[in-house]
């Protein structure tokens, strides 16, 4: 009876310990919570025995306890309820996070397989759905009972031997939402699709297979949106998706690739080309999150300038076209629906909260403002941060008159601009009947409108840079057919040359275009709005060092 009272009052301690554990550490409960009430189910157990006078007259236990093994088992019952608070899953603001200790979740999924012509159901037909296998009824039903789905997407795949190869990518969130419709295609079939002006174009059902990968470092996309026809399929986590049974007319298709944080593409593809493994890639978004400008003491006539400012410098932003800019609106709130982000949008902006909005949103950049009255003026205190690397590219604090703000702002905007673009030369190639004579070509991210590349070379030894041309901007490569290093008497054969390759804004981009107008020959400082993006050092006819 001692017995059976101590086990049931362990029991209880033990589920009491444990509820107090996961309310105080804030852990989700799950599964693993049973081995946690478990282990110190045996730790109140053993403490119970160990200390329970004259107990072993009912059962010999206390010799064990007492004993190497009890001993050992009771160090291995308190690892494995460290190790459970330590690695349990903490309760989020409604964001997932998972251990090595959740189990994968099971889902029961059902579908039915016709026949696209007749609508009648196919049976015998061999459906795959990840590590599993089954065959379709006699009305054309499949099922898969507690399929274990990881958090990855799952690939279907369903093949009759008279019908053409289906497959899709389902996210693991909408595969069993409803039953699965699959149609398949007969091999013998000749149907026709009529366009808009009646006309009658013979098709053909093929498998579209591709590969989606970043535009600037060829890293695969997973969880990327395949829209083909109406019908969307998923990328895996290797880039790659693929097709099954597509009707596509003899002139080619439209293929629509979508994935938030990226530019979407939308590309028509021909015939030929989808016979073979498409390589799509996608432009990253740099997000730029912009935090309510402050206004540090009360004043109704600087009220004003903590709208215009940082609207002035967004504007600047969306002009360059590749990046996506977050404030206080509908795009962010948006975001931070998708990623159930449960707090207002009054806090998300408090300063002390701003630099953990912009990690949960993925954010490149952050920029933060303060607009400060003075004795003759204004103070404006502006940040922006590199959040990627951890830097602030840009701070600036200033006081200026009130009627400059705006103008200081713009010059301001446009600088900060200038710091997120990126120029690369990644490559010189030399007249091998002209020594003088270099072919440069590069790289570029997203410049803004009215902006411009430059090269300038500067021999060595000499400070005043020498604007020589304009680069041919060609999206997101560039090139500058001619580049002459030295002059032509052989005075500077052998010299070290420094090239680089300059970024100008508008006011920058007339300065050195009205000195290779005038025919300068003794170079100029480089001038304000002008920034050197990358350089490289070379001689005659040399490479690059």
Known sequence: MR????????????????????????????????????ALFYIIFYLFVFFLPDFNQIISLDEFVRSWKGILFLLIAISTVGLMIHFSPKKT??????????????????????????E?????????????????????????????????????????????????????????????????????????????????????????????????????????????????????????????????????????????????????FEIDQLSEELDIRLKPKLRILFADFVLE????????????????MKNAFVDCGEMEVLARGENLTQILEEIEYEKDMEGIFDPNEIVETGKMIGANYIVTGKISETTDGVR???????????????ARNISIKT?????????????????????????????????????IKGTN????????????VLPSGVENHYPQV???????????????????????AGRLFHIYAILTDPEANRIFSEYKENKVNSGIKLPRGARICDKVETKQGGKKT
């Open 297 to 312: 003491k009360e004043n109704s006539s600087l009220e004003k300038y903590i709208r215009e400012v940082p609207q002035m």
């Open 470 to 492: 304009k680069a041919e901007i060609n999206g997101n490569e560039w090139v500058v057919p001619i580049v002459y290093l030295g002059a032509d008497n052989g005075a500077d």
């Open 445 to 456: 991210t997203c410049i803004p409108e009215g902006w411009h590349i430059w090269i300038s």
């Open 120 to 268: 009648s159901p196919i049976d015998s037909a061999t459906v795959i759905l990840g590590n599993d296998t089954v065959f379709t009824d006699i009305d054309g039903n499949f099922s898969f009972l507690s399929v274990e789905v990881p958090y990855q997407d799952l690939l279907l795949i369903v093949n009759k031997e008279e019908f053409l190869e289906w497959s899709k990518t389902f996210e693991r969130n909408q595969i069993d939402k409803e039953p699965l419709k699959v149609e398949l295609i007969s091999k013998k079939s000749t149907q026709k699709k009529k366009k808009e002006n009646l006309k009658v174009e013979e098709t053909v059902f093929t498998t579209i297979r591709g590969i989606v990968k970043n535009f600037r470092n060829n890293d695969p996309i997973g969880k990327a949106s395949v829209i083909v026809e109406g019908d969307t399929t998923y990328t895996l986590s290797s880039g790659k998706f693929r097709l099954s049974s597509i009707e596509i007319p003899t002139t080619g298709l439209p293929i629509k690739v979508e994935k938030d944080g990226f530019f979407e593409v939308s590309d028509f």
């Open 403 to 439: 009627q400059e703000i705006i103008q200081y702002a713009r010059f301001l905007s446009l600088e900060m601009v200038g710091k997120i673009v990126e120029i690369k030369i990644t490559d010189l190639r030399f007249d091998p009947n002209d020594p003088r004579r270099v072919e």
């Open 380 to 394: 404006l205190q502006i940040d922006m941060n590199n959040m990627k690397k951890g830097t602030t590219e840009l």
């Open 93 to 118: 603001n409604g964001a997932h996070n998972s251990t090595i200790f959740e189990p994968t979740p099971t889902k029961n999924i059902k579908g039915i397989v016709l026949d696209t012509e007749s």
């Open 3 to 38: 017995f059976l009272i101590t086990c049931l009052l362990s029991l209880i301690l033990s589920i009491v310990a444990t509820w107090i554990i996961i309310t105080l550490v804030n852990i989700e409960v799950s599964i693993h919570v049973l081995f946690l009430a478990f």
